[in-house]
């Protein structure tokens, strides 16, 4: 069974950093495509940042662009999402995705609070 594991959220200020960490496992785990999303209260999920993997091709939101930066390390099957001066408009729960071969399989989700 192909499972994400999320960490790295938190409490933070704003202007504030983070990391998010998402760990793909199981047997058959080779995602084609990982990225996360996030849903503030009363929001719909939205797109943040995804990659291809085993490339450098990504795609980044209007409103992180220049502030959040999407890494793999595929030796880990692991994603990563740096984010640099955050606002309270990050603040949302965080999942990571990812897509393969096999389907498709959402993470937990990790909460993100940035204060003022």
Request: aromatic share 8%; glycine share 12%; hydrophobic share 35%.
């Amino acid at each position: 069974q192909v499972q994400l594991v999320e960490s790295g959220g938190g409490l933070v200020q704003a202007g504030g950093s983070l990391r998010l960490s998402c760990a793909g496992s199981g047997s058959i785990f080779r995602a084609n495509v990982m990225g996360w999303y996030r849903q503030a209260p009363g929001k719909q999920r939205e797109l943040v940042a995804s990659i291809v993997s085993g490339s450098r091709r990504t795609n980044v939101v209007d409103s992180v662009k220049g502030r959040f930066t999407i890494s793999t390390d595929n030796a880990r099957n692991t994603v990563y999402l740096q984010m640099i001066s955050l606002k309270p408009e990050d603040t949302a729960v965080y999942y990571c995705y990812a897509a393969g071969t096999w389907g498709s399989v959402w993470g937990q989700g990790t909460q993100v609070t940035v204060s003022s």
